[in-house]
């Protein structure tokens, strides 16, 4: 007897084992170009939900209505969690996927409730729950988990000029699920369930049910306008400030649903229900499949262990302290679908789809006094990401540094090697893979790198660049508008208005001053150009013979191995800097790609653009709360990452909610422009 039972056991061991080894992990949708972590063990302690339930509230409820929930931190979704998104796209399936946990179904199926349309029934399969907010948006949850699913689906079409079918005419594929599409988009027919036809038949009930609803409703609006025309002979006038008398709900007629005796012939346009029918026969089609799309996403979800199984390559620069971790695959965001198809049918298409072959992550930090972004770029192709990498490491020119001064508004600088941009379009042309012109290819190439001097025509602009915007001036230009009589004749009419007009300085670095005295030269003696271009001691000027445009003039200069092109000659004389400039001097030469911007000082120079007391409250709200923005860009190792920051400047907790106490703000200044004057 205890034989008996110990064999027993080893059976139920072996049977639980079995199962848990047939419970695998979810995998990523082999066409998945967008994934995102949310981390919130960070986020959640960093959400001040008395603050952001408000917000929330205002953001999501209807018009003339309560909101339909109360309470967004207690909604069963377990907050201090992972969340999980991502994106998978082809060319006739788009798809949103996010995954939460959660820690009160009832809480969770509660909130679902409150959200989903009236009369919408919850489905349930063997292990979960599912209903359909909306025709494309499903969402299915268990004890622990909920996914919801946004799904686009389109038929597939032929390409005519290849004859072959651009999606595959047999399967769709939604996650790692090879879904056969609806039969009357596909080449083979499919085994006919009558059981599931039945069940789809009755949710075209509910939808017909629904477009009745809507149709009556369209009817009796414009009974509504038939009877106004005939007494009015004119439709209703609108008044801008209220709701016009004549739609007010008192005087709406509802009209019942018409009876099979009643004549409606002068209401109906046959050739228009022709069309409305085909419409909500394809609308109809449309939502089986993307029913059937859900659903079979649904069950391959929650009959695996519910882990997602992410690539190594797109969590490979992931941190695990940023607060938001995003992947996306640029190559197949540009390549998939019809844009991909396209370019394939031009001769040097893929030397573009080359191009974007690259992939691009990013992590988000929230810390208290600024948010963070630090993006990395790595182009699939080691040789064309070597390439990339190499630009990115040229000399320092610390000479352009000395134009930035305390009054700049802000910089961009470069400090990269020039030459090193042959090699990377090089790089790029060699591995197009374009198999049909690959020897043509490899030998323009090689003639140009015969024809070209390399290093001479590096020497003419190394790589060394500043941008510096040092301020906004105003300045009135005159305009030509036309204005009407009453007969609708035409008159032109000169007026005025006060710009912004930039006050800045490019220059760059050269090896060649010669070349450039040349090209100046030239400019100031040929009979076109020298009617604007003139030369004054150092200087070559370029001024507009009417002073009506924006830039009026601007000078050109050579000195000291640096050219220059400025709106002002004094913008060139060094000054005394701050303690800050310093530091944007140090920056500035210090990295391949650099920048900062004062957006505070930015906006004070835009403040004649802001014309209303709206625009002037909206103004002064940004600005009283508007940060500085930085940012640098740099190689490292197989890789180019940039960093940009976004300090606060507000008495927000964190850098998370200044974003929800700035929302807050500016929707309180519209709504309260919403509201009539008081007489």
Known sequence: M?????????????????????????????????????????????INWQKFNPILQEVVKKEKEKPTWTDYSKTGIKYNATQYHYASFNDSVQVYTAIFILDNKDKFQEFINSVKKEGLETSRKNNYSYVNLDDDIF???????????????????????????????????????????DSAYADK??????????????????????????????????????????????????????TDENYSDDSVETRPAPDQEEDM??????????????????????????????????????????????????????????DVFVYTDYGRIVNNGIYGKMMKRYQFGSL???????????????????????????????????????????????????????????YYAINVDGSKYFDMMYALMKNAGDSEYQKETELIMETVKIVLDEEAIAKIAPGNGIFVLNELKS??????????????????????KEVAVPDFTFAFATENEGYWKRIFDLLTTNKKTSKNFSKNGDFYLFKEEKSTGFMDELFFTVKDGIVYVTTAANNL?????????????????????????????????????FKSNSERKMLDLVRKNVGDIYFKSESKGDRIETEIDYSVKNSSENSLMYFFDLFDEIYKIKESDKKPPIL
């Not at 639980?16 to 082999?30: G, I």
């Not at 000054?575 to 530091?583: C, V």
Request: hydrophobic share 35%; net charge neutral.
């Open 2 to 46: 205890k034989s008996i039972v110990q064999k027993i056991q080893i059976v139920i061991l072996f049977l639980a084992f079995s199962l848990a080894f047939t419970q695998q992990r979810m995998k990523m949708p082999a066409d998945a170009l967008f994934y995102m972590e949310i981390n919130g063990k960070q986020l959640d302690k960093k």
């Open 139 to 181: 969402v299915g949850w268990n004890g622990n988990r909920a996914v919801l699913k946004m799904i686009n689906y389109s038929k597939p079409y032929k390409d005519k000029t290849d004859n072959v079918v651009i999606a595959d005419s047999a399967t769709v594929v939604d996650s790692a699920v090879a879904v056969a599409p």
């Open 189 to 242: 027919p499919e085994v006919f369930d009558y059981k599931e036809e039945i069940e789809y038949l009755k949710d075209d009930i509910k939808y017909l049910k629904e477009s009745i609803k809507e149709n009556n409703a369209e009817i009796a609006r414009i009974q509504k306008d038939i009877k106004y025309l005939e007494k009015h002979h004119e439709y209703p006038k609108e008044d801008k400030e209220t």
């Open 265 to 322: 012939e002068d209401l109906q346009i046959p050739e228009y229900d022709d069309f409305k029918k085909q419409m909500d026969s394809l609308k109809i089609e449309k939502f089986k499949v993307v029913k059937q799309l859900a659903e079979q996403s649904l069950d391959e979800y929650f009959n695996s262990n519910l882990e997602l199984d992410v690539p190594n390559e797109m969590t490979a620069f992931r941190d695990a302290g940023s």
């Open 352 to 410: 573009l789809n080359t191009v974007y072959n690259s992939n691009s992550s990013y992590n988000l930090y929230f810390d208290e006094d600024k948010v963070k972004l630090v993006n990395t770029y790595q182009h699939k192709n080691p040789e064309v990401q070597k390439s990339v990498s190499a630009i990115y490491k040229g000399r320092k020119n610390k000479k352009l540094a000395r134009l930035i001064s305390d009054k700049s508004i802000g």
């Open 475 to 496: 300045k009135t230009v005159e305009y030509t508008d036309f204005e009407y009589d009453d007969n609708y004749n035409e008159k032109e009419v000169k007026k005025t």
């Open 573 to 609: 004389k060094s000054e005394n800097q701050s303690e800050k400039s310093k530091i944007w001097m140090k920056d500035s030469s210090k990295y391949p790609i650099s920048g900062r911007f004062d957006i505070r000082r930015l906006l004070a120079g835009l403040e004649k653009e």
